[in-house]
């Protein structure tokens, strides 16, 4: 008789806890509008000296399930100088953020060199969430730390490769911004 109880219960325990997850995202969704994070956002970050832009794209990673923020780093001659790639992150709906943690990748090791954590905006206009803004904090290699904020628009198009030069993209991108980038 045990083992009957036991064999029944897990699958109601799994099928309650999925319909946990499914009422949570119709109450989202009805109070804050449907979620579009999806797609290739560039970062203006105006604190930063030398590497002020980014090119990320946002994913959603089913196996994981979670949303995937991973990008590059750029000089502002538009040649990269480091990939991020997203290790964990979080919808707070509550709060209206989107949270990451994420690990660094400089272009001439590809070693892992820093991880962070980034928190981006969220913002609900005419029954749509997506972001507007965010900031980051993470370790350099030398064991300091950095907070910095940044800007965040769509964008249509993303480099090719990761290790390509992507002034054309961050000019079309930011066009209040063109005397921050170098040619």
């Not at 109070?31 to 604190?47: C, D, T, V």
């Not at 991973?70 to 989107?98: A, I, M």
Request: glycine letters at 8%; charged letters at 20%; one cysteine or more.
């Amino acid at each position: 008789m045990e083992w009957l109880f036991l064999a029944l219960s897990i699958p109601i325990g799994v099928a309650a806890a999925r319909i946990d997850v499914l009422i949570s995202w119709v109450f989202n969704r009805i109070k804050h509008g449907r979620l579009e994070i999806r797609g290739s956002w560039a970062e203006w970050i105006p604190g930063s000296s030398g590497r002020q832009f980014s090119i990320g794209t946002i994913q959603y990673n089913v196996l994981r399930r979670r949303y995937n923020f991973d990008g590059t780093n750029y000089y502002n001659n538009g040649e990269p100088y480091c990939h991020w790639q997203t290790v964990t992150s979080y919808v707070d709906y509550d709060k209206l953020e989107f949270h990451y943690i994420f690990a660094t990748k400089d272009v001439a090791t590809l070693q892992t060199t820093s991880y962070g954590y980034g928190v981006l905006q969220l913002v609900s206009r005419n029954g749509i969430l997506s972001p507007e803004d965010g900031y980051y904090i993470y370790a350099t290699p030398d064991g300091s730390a950095l907070s910095l904020s940044h800007t965040l628009v769509r964008v249509a198009a993303v480099p090719s490769n990761r290790n390509d030069n992507s002034i054309d993209i961050l000019r079309a991108a930011f066009p209040k911004h063109q005397d921050a980038l170098e040619s």
